[in-house]
């Protein structure tokens, strides 16, 4: 019914969600401010176009209508496609744009700079997108000693624009956060379309405290990027590029106390020189060494006099000694004793001669006998 029953058509729309996979085929959507339709345009049909589409491109297109059963979606079959100019969105996107920047929203010199330790992070997304639970998982690895707030708003829609708004206020409301992620998963043009709000760009800039776009991926760009203070390629780089790295942090903590620590015991090692040799000379200026020097010097008199005193002892031993000798020389007892030990000698002398002239009249009257005996008639007999 669809096909047979409308037939072909001449449509005017802006180009979205613009894919050409390895077939060679055309994939596109084909929309405007109030509606949007799937487009297909085969390569028998796209070899004739000179140009290849973009998203965001204004085209004209004659196509026929058809049912694709496997989704159960009307399409479009492109059979012929030209360019009908820059598309609506965009124009309004570049001139915002335009404005703004002739305004000096965008000048470097209003962004601030982010906190180095957020003492807490506020984040404004869909509670229910891909991009919260890639924030908070970047988070929650980084950073998990940092709290995280999140105001939850619709991210596309037509109402999103005045919800971010809202989200933003409360957080103003609530100032107990220093810094703030503006965040949204890829999508197309017209599906990020509320972070292209006059509206939201003016407060983004005035806001007070540093905000931080990650919306759609590293291709896409918003109004919003371009007023915020900085401005990352996807939710998880804008997490990563607020949140110090805990393991950093503690390595710093490390070197710190290492530096700390060191810088202790050598000042604790000069305590110690310092005060020893304090030490040192109130040793060398205590009493007690005074009395220890005096009671060395009384030491060394007293030996000293015991000294002087057993060498006379000694002297008068000997003196007395020599005395003994002389007068024990000059007495006549001695005389007496030597006239006694010479007659004693004469008398040992006087009895050995005896002796000897007995032993030697026994031999000779023993030699007379023998010779006599000799002689005897007796023997001859």
């Known amino acids: 019914m669809l096909s047979e029953g409308i037939g072909s058509l001449w449509i005017e729309g802006e180009v979205s969600n613009f894919a050409c996979p390895a077939s ?38 004659r196509a026929r209508v058809t049912l694709y059963e496997a989704r159960g979606e009307y399409q479009l079959v492109v059979e012929h496609l030209e360019d009908a100019g820059i598309g609506e969105l965009m124009r309004r996107y570049e001139a915002l744009k335009a404005k703004l920047g002739a305004e000096g929203l965008f000048a470097n010199e209003l962004k601030r700079p982010l906190p180095s330790q957020p003492k807490s992070i506020a984040i404004v997304t869909s509670p229910t997108g891909a991009a919260i639970r890639d924030v908070l998982s970047v988070l929650g690895r980084r950073a998990p000693h940092i709290p995280v707030l999140v105001f939850p708003t619709m991210v596309q829609g037509e109402q999103a624009a005045g919800q971010i ?31 292209n709000d006059e509206a939201l760009a003016r407060e983004i800039a005035d806001f007070p405290i540093p905000v931080v776009t990650g919306i759609g991926h590293e291709i896409d760009f918003t109004i919003a990027d371009f007023v915020a203070d900085l401005r990352a390629p996807t939710p998880s780089v804008a997490a990563e590029t607020i949140s110090p790295d805990r393991y950093e942090i503690m390595q710093t903590i490390d070197t710190h106390l290492s530096r700390i620590t060191n810088q202790a015991l ?68 001695l005389l007496i004793r030597r006239q006694k030990e010479a007659l004693a000698v004469i008398n040992s002398n ?32």
């Open 266 to 333: 050598q000042q604790l090692a000069r305590a110690e020189e310092k005060l020893a040799q304090i030490s040192r000379r109130l040793g060398l200026q205590h009493p007690q060494r005074a009395f220890a020097q005096l009671k060395i010097r009384l030491n060394y008199a007293y030996e000293t006099l015991l000294d002087r005193n057993r060498n006379r002892i000694n002297s008068d031993k000997h003196r007395l000694r020599l005395c003994q000798s002389i007068i024990l020389q000059s007495s006549p007892l």
């Open 24 to 61: 060679g085929h055309w994939y596109f959507t084909l929309k405007d401010e109030r509606a949007q339709c799937r487009a297909a345009m085969f390569k028998g049909r796209n070899n004739r176009v000179g140009f290849l589409p973009k998203n965001g491109q204004h085209v004209l297109v």
């Open 350 to 381: 006087n009895v050995n001669a005896i002796r000897q002239r007995i032993l030697a009249a026994r031999h000779d009257l023993a030699l007379q006998a023998r010779s006599l005996d000799a002689l005897s008639p007796l023997k001859t007999l």
């Open 165 to 195: 708004l809202q989200a933003l206020n409360r957080v103003r409301q609530h100032g107990g956060c220093d810094v703030l992620l503006l965040v949204r998963g890829g999508g197309s043009l017209e599906d990020m379309w509320c972070f």
